[in-house]
């Protein structure tokens, strides 16, 4: 579709503009402002350069031990769960009904935990898998298997990603289902005529037609499971240990635990800067995927 | 649409794997705390409604619900009403910057909560904000603008442009224009966008707990305290869960349509 050029767009544009400026850039500046400078509270700053940079990258010492740490634990979690809910999410929406009213009451039930509110899917996970009163820690304690993830790192590791894969599979199930659902009738026919096989069709047809949906799929978990906070933070409060302690645990820690402001913002820039770089890959496959798609559907 | 064999089986297993939590969330709203802590029953022996009467009764826990309505409902309407000119400028018009301005929103989409949380502190406390329902209404603006544009530039993108260009040569002007024909043309629309921006809002804990103390508290702060002296009241926490749960679980079925569209930033 061609678009006019018309400058005067800007005026529409511009409360959008405006809102998003003031609660993104104002306190952004006051971040990089921050990350520059020490406090001994009181109000009382001290200019630190790019001191809390070197040390934030230096795993010797202990704030970039601390971030080094967070990162790398939140990496593995991204990619744990990433391997788990993307397979997971396509068998999912590989199994949904045909037709029928059933469709509808799937597509609800399939939604319902990607509307809870986070801290309630943290407290949901917090009874459910407690030894005492929760039904999954109770028949896993009853079977024999030690299990606490209060005590027990490995424990409070699964619970982490189980309550996750709970969450957020839902989101690749339905967005593949999406993908699915653009598939026309005649490939099927044509597969059944060539006498393709179950993985064949799967593979050759429907493989290729979710790639878009998939890799949207796959930023989105990236991006979000990057930035999680809540969920963990109330079922396992980061612990035992630093055991679960993701990257925005342990800034929250910082900034508003032991309020290092420097500190806490050194560490806010870096994170948002890793974001941004996947934001940007994020935004130019889709925009890409976006201009091959067109010609085919047209304005829609 | 072909699907794999023993799909409802794989099905079946998945939506209870996805229900039992809930259930059990539910089951132990009902129940006294003497039942929780002393057996492990999997319905309630002796349901009681103790738990949801004290939430209704008590102001501390009901006003929790309300605080926590009213920044929603506050950032849905700002975030739509200034997304819908700029949704239309982005699906009709080319102009100096477009494309970088399309991406810088949705980085901030994509920003994490906990980098915000103290600078949106010290700002809305600077100007005096701080715990009303519109520090947090204005903070969550910085996901769901970005989120509410996206979503409607879809929409409008599927209005075609003949439709503007006749209302045009009937004499409309743009703003009339833009109520009269546009709006009710996108109206689906607008509501996804609205449904994904008070979804969004209302399952955000942290921005809203960091941006209020007393007045404004949200119903996710008041959760917290459960935790007392004498220990968890583990009954009045899962009925206050419950009750969380409720507002997504009503207006679901009239958008289970879009969802994926939503979760994708209207890219689908």
């Not at chain 1, 490939?187 to 799967?202: K, N, P």
């Not at chain 1, 420097?262 to 800067?273: D, E, M, Q, R, T």
Request: glycine residues 8%.
């Amino acid at each position: 579709m061609d678009k006019t050029v018309n400058q005067k767009a800007w005026f529409l544009v511009l409360p959008v503009f405006l809102v998003v400026a003031f609660s993104a850039v104002l306190p952004l500046m006051t971040v990089v402002n921050y990350s520059m400078q020490d406090t001994f509270g009181n109000n009382q700053f001290f200019w630190n350069g790019v001191g809390w940079f070197k040390e934030l990258l230096d795993p010797s010492t202990d704030l970039g031990g601390r971030f080094l740490a967070s990162l790398g634990r939140n990496l593995f979690f991204s990619l744990v769960i990433l391997a788990i809910e993307v397979p997971l999410g396509i068998v999912v929406a590989l199994s949904m009904p045909r037709d029928g009213w059933t469709v509808a009451a799937c597509l609800v039930t399939l939604a319902l935990p990607l509307l809870i509110p986070w801290n309630v899917v943290g407290t949901i996970w917090q009874i459910f898998g407690r030894p005492d009163i929760g039904l999954l820690g109770y028949v896993l304690n009853h079977i024999g298997l030690d299990y606490n993830y209060v005590s027990n790192d490995i424990d409070a590791w699964v619970t982490v990603i189980v309550m996750d894969v709970w969450h957020w599979t839902s989101l690749v199930a339905l967005l593949c289902y999406a993908g699915l659902k653009s598939i026309p009738e005649a490939y099927y026919q044509a597969a059944q005529i060539d006498g393709a096989s179950r993985w064949a069709v799967f593979k050759a047809i429907q493989l290729p037609k979710m790639n878009r949906v998939l890799l949207i799929a796959v930023l989105l978990r990236f991006m979000d499971s990057f930035m999680i906070y809540t969920e963990p933070f109330v079922v396992t409060g980061g612990g035992p240990g630093n055991s679960t302690t993701f990257v925005s645990i342990e800034l929250v820690k910082i900034a508003l635990g032991q309020f290092d402001l420097g500190k806490a913002a050194a560490l806010s820039l870096v994170y948002n800067l890793i974001i941004l770089i996947v934001c940007w890959i994020f935004y130019t496959v889709m925009t890409n995927a976006g201009n091959e798609r067109k010609p085919q559907e047209g304005a829609a | 649409m072909h699907s794999i064999p023993g799909r409802r089986l794989i099905m079946g297993l998945f939506l209870i794997f996805l229900l039992l939590p809930i259930y059990w969330l539910v089951n132990m709203s009902f129940k006294t705390n003497g039942e929780i802590i002393s057996t492990m029953t999997l319905w309630p022996h002796a349901p009681t409604l103790q738990h949801y009467r004290r939430i209704f009764t008590d102001e501390s826990w009901y006003s929790g619900y309300i605080n926590s309505l009213e920044y929603v409902v506050i950032n849905t309407i700002i975030s739509i009403s200034v997304a819908l000119p700029a949704a239309y400028a982005f699906s009709r018009y080319r102009f100096l910057g477009d494309k970088h301005l399309f991406f810088w929103l949705l980085s901030n989409r994509m920003a994490p909560a906990a980098v915000y949380a103290l600078p949106f502190f010290n700002l809305y406390s600077a100007i005096g904000l701080f715990d009303t329902p519109w520090a947090v209404a204005l903070a969550h603006c910085i996901f769901n603008v970005p989120l509410a544009v996206w979503i409607l530039e879809g929409f409008v993108s599927g209005v075609p442009r003949e439709i503007d260009e006749t209302a045009f040569l009937d004499g409309y002007s743009f703003p009339r224009f833009f109520i009269r024909i546009l709006v009710p043309l996108i109206a689906s629309g607008i509501g996804v966008a609205a449904f994904f921006c008070f979804m969004f809002s209302w399952v955000e804990l942290l921005l809203a707990r960091t941006l209020t103390s007393v007045n404004a508290k949200p119903i996710a702060a008041v959760m917290t305290r459960t935790v007392s002296a004498a220990g968890m009241d583990w009954g009045l926490l899962a009925a206050a869960g419950v009750l969380t749960i409720i507002p997504g679980a009503l207006v679901i079925w009239f958008v289970r349509n879009y969802i994926a569209r939503g979760f994708a930033l209207g890219r689908l």
